[in-house]
């Protein structure tokens, strides 16, 4: 069983910056999810274990970037330039799968609990 444990998540002014943090047992194809109340979860950011290839929702693009730090296990999400509209639970989550193309929700294996990101106007 892949645990998968968050940290980072807190309150912000519009225009700041924060950094997500996620440890993960083992190495899998990782990402980050958002998802706010009542509505379905959206794939922000994702990363596959091998490579340096990134990938990254329209919506962050230029603003967000992930990385991993292979000798820890750890994936983080530097959240720059934030807006309000980021406000929400942030996920992160891995895979058995290879990357093919696509970063689905109902790809992904394993979950952490989530860490809630709040950005002030």
């Known amino acids: 069983q892949v645990q998968l444990v968050e940290s980072g998540g807190g309150l912000v002014q519009a225009g700041g910056s924060l950094r997500l943090s996620c440890a993960a047992s083992?190495?899998?194809?990782m990402a980050w999810f958002r998802q706010a109340p009542g509505k379905e979860r959206k794939f922000v950011a994702g990363?596959?274990?091998?490579?340096?290839?990134?990938y990254y929702a329209d919506f962050v693009k230029g603003r967000f970037t992930i990385s991993r730090d292979g000798a820890k296990n750890t994936v983080y999400l530097q959240m720059n330039s934030l807006k309000p509209e980021d406000t929400t639970i942030y996920y992160c989550?891995?895979?058995?799968?290879?990357?093919?193309?696509?970063?689905?929700?109902?790809?992904?294996?394993?979950w952490g609990k989530g860490t809630l990101v709040t950005v002030s106007s």
């Open positions: 989550a891995a895979s058995t799968l290879t990357y093919r193309g696509t970063w689905l929700s109902d790809d992904m294996d394993y």
């Open positions: 083992a190495r899998y194809k």
């Open positions: 990363i596959p274990w091998g490579g340096s290839s990134t």
